[in-house]
C-alpha cells in the first residue's frame, strides 16, 4: 500500500498549496449539494484538484465518492481503488481563518459497496497546521509520520469528549445532556473529521456524533485511523457503522480511547431512551 498512502499524501499536499494560496479567496457560493449544503468556491475547486490528480497520476481507474460532486470516474473500466474525500471538512471555519479544517481521504479496494472495516488507506491532514494522521489496514496509524495511540482513559468522569451539537433540523440537542453531566469537559472543533481522529494521539478521551446524520465523507478516513490506532468504534446503540450506500446517508459515532470508556459513553446516552 505504499505506492497508494504516498499518492493520498501527494493529494493532500497539492491541494492545501492550493487553499492556503488562491483558495482563501474563493468564498462565492457555486451549488448546493446533495444534502442540501452550500458548496464555496474553495471547497468545489479542492475537490476537482483531487479529481484531476486520480486522473493524472493513478494509471488504474478510481471511482471517487465526493461530497459536492457525488460520483466521478477517473477513467474508464472497473475501478481498482475507490476514493471517499471531503476536500475540506470543516469549510465555515476554512471560510474564517479558523485553523480547525482539514482534507479527508479515504481509499477503499474495488467498487463493490463500500463498508468503514474496507478502508484499506486513509489521511486526514490539516490545512493550516500541515499535520497528517494516517492509517494503513494492518499496519498502524501515525501523526506526523510517528506512531500514534489513543489515551488509556476509562473513567467518564475524567474524560474530554468532542461532542457535535449542531442538532438544526435532527433529533433533539437533550438527548446529549446525561453525557454533558458526565464528562470532565467538551470540545466542539466544528471539523467532523478531526474531531475523530483527535482520539487516535490522545488529543482527546473521545468524539461523539448521536445526531444520526453524519455523512460518510466525514468519518471513513478517520475511522481506519482511530481504529488502527487501537480505539473502539461505533454508532451511539454500540452497533457496528453501516456500509455506504449513499453519499447522504446519516450515521451516529462514538470513538473511544478504550473500551471500558466507550461502554460507559453508550450507557450514558441510552439513558435518553429511557426518560
Excluded at 46 to 66: F, K, Q, S, W
Aim: glycine content about 8%; aromatic content about 8%.
Amino acid at each position: 500500500m505504499t505506492d497508494m498512502r504516498k499518492h493520498l499524501q501527494a493529494m493532500f499536499a497539492d491541494v492545501r498549496q492550493f487553499l492556503l494560496a488562491d483558495g482563501l479567496g474563493k468564498l462565492a457560493t457555486v451549488q448546493t449539494n446533495a444534502r442540501g449544503d452550500v458548496t464555496k468556491e474553495f471547497d468545489f475547486l479542492a475537490e476537482g484538484r483531487i479529481i484531476d490528480y486520480c486522473a493524472r497520476e493513478i494509471t488504474e481507474p478510481v471511482r471517487i465518492l465526493t461530497e459536492e460532486r457525488g460520483e466521478v470516474r477517473s477513467r474508464s473500466g472497473p475501478a481498482r481503488w475507490t476514493l471517499i474525500v471531503d476536500p475540506v471538512d470543516g469549510s465555515e471555519n476554512f471560510a474564517r481563518g479558523n485553523q480547525l479544517s482539514c482534507v479527508s481521504l479515504a481509499l477503499l479496494p474495488g467498487e463493490e459497496l463500500p463498508r468503514p472495516d474496507d478502508v484499506v488507506v486513509a489521511l486526514v491532514g490539516g490545512i493550516f497546521s500541515g499535520t497528517i494522521y494516517e492509517g494503513e489496514k494492518g499496519a498502524g496509524a501515525w501523526r506526523n509520520g510517528e506512531p500514534t495511540r489513543p489515551s488509556q482513559l476509562s473513567a467518564l468522569s475524567d474524560a474530554i469528549v468532542t461532542i457535535d451539537f449542531n442538532f438544526r433540523g435532527s433529533p433533539d440537542v437533550t438527548r446529549l445532556f446525561p453525557l454533558l453531566r458526565a464528562v470532565k469537559d467538551a470540545r466542539r472543533f466544528g471539523s467532523a473529521a478531526f474531531e475523530f481522529v483527535a482520539v487516535a494521539s490522545g488529543g482527546v478521551d473521545a468524539y461523539v456524533d448521536a445526531r444520526d446524520t453524519l455523512s460518510p465523507e466525514n468519518y471513513m478516513a478517520a475511522y481506519l485511523i482511530v481504529a488502527e490506532a487501537g480505539g473502539v468504534i461505533s454508532d451511539r446503540l454500540g452497533w457496528p457503522l453501516a456500509p455506504i450506500h449513499a453519499m447522504t446517508q446519516g450515521q451516529s459515532i462514538v470513538a473511544a480511547a478504550t473500551r471500558p470508556l466507550h461502554a460507559a459513553i453508550l450507557e450514558t446516552l441510552a439513558r435518553d431512551s429511557v426518560r
